[in-house]
């Protein structure tokens, strides 16, 4: 690899776009591993049983209303970033992988594709598919799945939600980190 090619698998994904986006955002994916930041969000949780056990199997936490929040970023192997978020007393961590143009996010069993959208607004992580246990699920489980990333305040912001349908709120979390 060449060596004047980022590290950060969210740069190299963007190439061009990364150039447009706001300088925190920029920081926080460009800053050397294992980085560390804090916050603080508003997270909503699973409400019923059904959409509790789907959080579990994908390893998201539970935790639910405003909350400080703790997000180690490593980089174990080039291409690949693990993420571990703590949200007050859930910890859950995914591992993210740059799969030829696309974003391969790791939760347990479930894996999920996108592909990274930049500009001067953020990052928009743009569904495109979905496994559990390498088995495809259709693309429409995905249709209330959202994530971006932006700056207010000069501060990073974040803001990920997922839905299922006819099951309901998986998981979602609006916030901010000090980068």
Known sequence: MDSSAPTSIFLRLLGPQAEALPACVRRLHAAKRPAEFRGRAVAGAARSRLARLCAWVAGLPR?????????????????????????????????????????????????????????????????????????????ALLSGVRARESERDGRYRFDVAASLPLIGLIVRYDGWLDV
């Open 63 to 139: 935790a639910d209303g405003e909350i400080d929040v703790r997000v180690v970023l490593t980089s174990p192997a080039p291409g690949v970033e693990v993420w571990t978020r703590k949200f007050g007393r859930s910890t859950f961590r995914s591992t993210l992988r740059a799969v030829g143009d696309e974003l391969h996010e790791q939760l347990g069993p479930v894996r999920i594709r996108f592909r990274l959208r930049g500009d001067a607004a953020g990052i928009v992580w743009v569904p495109l598919g979905i496994d559990v246990l390498r088995l495809p699920l259709p693309l």
